[in-house]
């Protein structure tokens, strides 16, 4: 165990795209930390079995349904944590969504839904959690997952990249307001992370593990917990006086000058 059992005792927390990837195991982190967790996400199925996992960790866990495109349901999520366990204290902006298309055979509707998922959801994760996240006796943590690419251009994602971009602008501005709110707002940006479907998806299924790779200094791919530690590190007491930061997990990637984005697939963009 990374952090003491005790590191997040007290503390209720909402993962958007709890059950699975980064998320889940963020979860699985601020379990271990000693955290009431409330996990959301569409599939409900999925959900059922990441709180089964969590509960057998021994952790307070419940699930909601939720859809982040849809502002009611992330405030009714909201309101089911603070109905649940009195309050809400962390918010982690998780869910997303990806896929690679050039800009140029890219639908509006692509455009759209990620930019949906991503951006427009992290703003109603962040609306509907203030009010909670102010009345937190530990002081209220809102992360939100960006992405090293964000701020470099992702050749193949670029519906992605732009939105996370204008998550990291969000989250600055957010820091600014709610600081006077005791609210410390980050972002983690994580760079490949091996055991998520992303990186099966983006780099693998394209033949592009190897040259990735090699843009990396560690040399290796990142673990979902690499990205739960960042976030349990911020959280909890050691990250009292950290706000406005975006907190990088890439093993060097993003100061690595071999690295050239997301090689496009040879087969018909997807829409």
């Not at 939100?144 to 989250?171: F, V, Y």
Request: aromatic letters at 6%; a negative charge.
């Amino acid at each position: 165990m990374t952090f003491t059992s005790d590191a997040l005792a007290g503390r209720v927390a909402l993962i958007t795209g709890g059950g699975s990837g980064i998320g889940f195991g963020i979860a699985k982190a601020f379990a271990a930390a000693g955290a009431k967790l409330v996990i959301a996400s569409r599939n409900e199925e999925r959900l059922e079995g990441a709180v089964a996992q969590l509960k057998d960790m021994g952790a307070e866990a419940m699930a909601v349904t939720c859809d982040v495109r849809d502002p009611e349901a992330v405030k009714a999520a909201v309101e089911a944590a603070v109905t649940a366990y009195g309050g809400l204290d962390i918010m982690i902006a998780n869910a997303a969504g990806n896929f690679v298309v050039s800009a140029a055979d890219m639908s509006t509707n692509a455009w759209k839904t990620v930019v949906d998922i991503d951006l427009n959801g992290t703003f109603y994760c962040a609306k509907a959690a203030y009010p909670a996240l102010k009345a937190s006796a530990h002081g209220g943590r809102f992360i939100a997952i960006s992405t090293t690419r964000a701020l470099e251009g992702w050749p193949g994602c670029a519906h992605a990249g732009a939105a996370k971009a204008g998550i990291m602008s969000l989250m600055r501005t957010l820091c600014g307001e709610w600081g006077k709110d005791g609210i410390r707002c980050n972002t983690i940006a994580p760079g490949a992370i091996g055991d998520t479907e992303g990186v099966k998806r983006i780099y693998e299924d394209s033949g592009r593990k190897e040259l990735e790779l090699s843009s990396i200094p560690l040399g290796t791919f990142g673990k979902t917990s690499d990205i739960a530690n960042a976030a349990v590190f911020l959280c909890s007491d050691a990250g009292q006086y950290i706000t406005g930061a975006d907190l990088v997990v890439d093993g060097g990637r993003n100061r690595s000058r071999s690295s050239t984005g997301v090689a496009l697939p040879k087969t018909e963009a997807a829409e």
